[in-house]
């Protein structure tokens, strides 16, 4: 069973960066892809970015795209976000996942293991 933490959320301002971190326990992850997730207050969870388990793919979702990188070393057992041109609408909880297998998915139903998440607050 592999356990999921996230960290590095924190608040800021608009147009700054922050990254947060998700560090698995448990077993490896590396051949796994995996996910970021946010859910706004009152809105669904909804899909950011997946990685896939060597790093070469990358997926975004269209609102943070050419603003947010996924990344991960699987020697560290850890995948990251690192967000910049931070907005506002950004503010939400961070949850990172494992997918099921080795497709990237946008799917939250992909995904089997979630870690407890990390807030990330934007101020205007």
């Known amino acids: 069973q592999v356990q999921l933490v996230e960290s590095g959320g924190g608040v800021v301002q608009a147009g700054d960066s922050l990254s947060v971190s998700c560090s698995a326990s448990?077993?490896?992850?590396?051949?796994?892809?995996m996910g970021w997730f946010r859910r706004a207050p009152g809105k669904e969870r909804e899909f950011v970015a997946a990685?896939?388990?060597?790093?070469?793919?990358?997926k975004y979702a269209d609102s943070v795209k050419g603003r947010f990188t996924i990344s991960r070393d699987n020697a560290k057992n850890t995948v990251y976000l690192r967000m910049n041109s931070l907005k506002p609408e950004d503010t939400a909880v961070y949850y990172c996942a494992l997918a099921w297998g080795t497709v990237l998915r946008v799917e939250a139903s992909s995904y089997a293991t979630w870690g407890q998440g990390t807030q990330v607050t934007v101020s205007s």
């Open positions: 448990g077993r490896t992850f590396s051949s796994n892809v």
């Open positions: 990685i896939s388990w060597s790093g070469g793919t990358t």
